[in-house]
């Protein structure tokens, strides 16, 4: 308690006016006294607390609320380019060409990284990827540029996470080319590990970053495993490596600028299915017939579903993998066999479907 304004208020009071000056000296030194004695305070309060207590304090209420999870997909923002400042928008994606240019080699690259995730690279993983780029008809210049591509993803300081997402970005507002993307590098993972080991953890981080949900994934897995089982093995673990000709793919690695190559590429996956309808419609005598239970899964719904429902999803998986809707996205030429390929079993999946229903087309 401060004394001082009392003192002097009532001594001068007193002098100048008596009793009376006195008392009113000692309540102005009063006002005084308590004024000075609140400046004091606030003084030393906001000496003894930090500068950035209220900061701390702020910081302390916010984080204490719980902090909701972000799912990213196709159509949201890239993370990355958040931390950079940047958003992502359908208006920033790049011309076809460069979104071709971009598929192509982050494919290869993704592909040689699963295939090296446990620490090397096997034959069947080579095998594999071998698979792919003769089913894909490249030329002798592409390739080189896949081996190229394949051996840079195999190195340990490719960063994957970076090269996925600077794809969605190029392939913004076109989720059915990501979806391409995921299964391109499903199937040449199941030709290698077969999905087993850390492949599958590793392609589900990228079908996530891809904004394909574990459901999805599965779809595509189960359709992805029909279509191989019917190239000859009907068995859990088929020759996922055997092209749609029947041959394999232990040729040498030269064949594919040969002769035979040439020819190969001259008749497209569509020639075996009009081969096929000359001789009776039948398949090749190792390829039997989708049943009626990989056709509900090819299609992604159970046996339950209703013709409209049935008709609403054939509809929708037919314009996902539409060649020329993906080659207008930007799919490089050279993969189009890979959409091709998928529409052909949508269709079988359909049409035995259809017929087992009596649903009229």
């Known amino acids: 308690m401060q004394w001082s304004g009392k003192l002097v208020g009532g001594a001068v009071g007193m002098l100048v006016g008596g009793p009376v000056g006195a008392a009113l000296g000692v309540l102005a030194g009063h006002l005084v006294d308590d ?3 609140g400046s004091q305070g606030d003084g030393s309060t906001r000496s003894k607390a930090p500068p950035s207590q209220s900061g701390a304090a702020a910081k302390t209420t916010s984080s204490s609320k719980p902090r909701a ?3 990213h997909h196709v159509e949201d923002g890239d993370p990355f380019a958040e931390e950079q400042g940047a958003a992502e928008s359908p208006a920033m994606a790049d011309a076809p060409q460069q979104v071709g240019e971009r598929f192509f080699d982050t494919t290869f690259e993704v592909m040689g990284h699963v295939a090296k995730c446990d620490g090397r690279v096997s034959e069947q993983d080579i095998r594999a990827a071998r698979a792919v780029m003769q089913d894909f008809h490249l030329d002798a210049t592409q390739t080189a540029r896949a081996i190229e ?14 090269a996925v997402m600077a794809l969605r970005r190029s392939c913004a507002g076109r989720p059915d080319m990501l979806r391409t993307f ?38 595509l897995e189960a359709a992805l495993r029909i279509r191989y089982r019917a190239r000859g093995n009907r068995g859990d673990a088929a020759d996922w490596n055997r092209p749609g000709s029947g041959r394999t793919s232990d040729e040498p690695r030269g064949a594919s600028s ?14 075996e299915q009009q081969r096929a309808r000359s001789s009776g419609g039948a398949r090749s005598a190792t390829a039997a017939r989708m049943s009626l239970a990989e056709a509900y899964e090819v299609l992604g719904l159970p046996a339950s579903a209703g013709p409209a429902e049935l008709s609403k999803a054939y509809r929708r998986q037919l314009s996902r993998n539409h060649p020329d809707k993906l080659k207008a996205n930007g799919l490089p030429e050279s993969m189009l066999a890979h959409a091709q390929q998928r529409t052909q079993q949508i269709i079988e999946a359909w049409n035995v479907i259809r017929e087992n229903r009596g649903i009229k087309s």
Do not use: W
């Open 149 to 162: 591509r394949f051996n840079l993803g195999k190195q340990p300081d490719y960063d994957i996470s970076r």
């Open 69 to 71: 999870k972000s799912f």
């Open 258 to 271: 040969g002769a035979g190559a040439d020819s190969a590429r001259k008749e497209r996956p569509g020639a």
């Open 35 to 37: 004024k000075v004695a």
């Open 182 to 219: 995921l299964e391109i590098q499903m199937r040449a993972a199941i030709g290698g590990s077969d999905l087993r080991g850390p492949a599958r953890p590793l392609l589900t981080k990228v079908a996530a970053m891809l904004g394909v949900a574990g459901l999805e994934f599965a779809h």
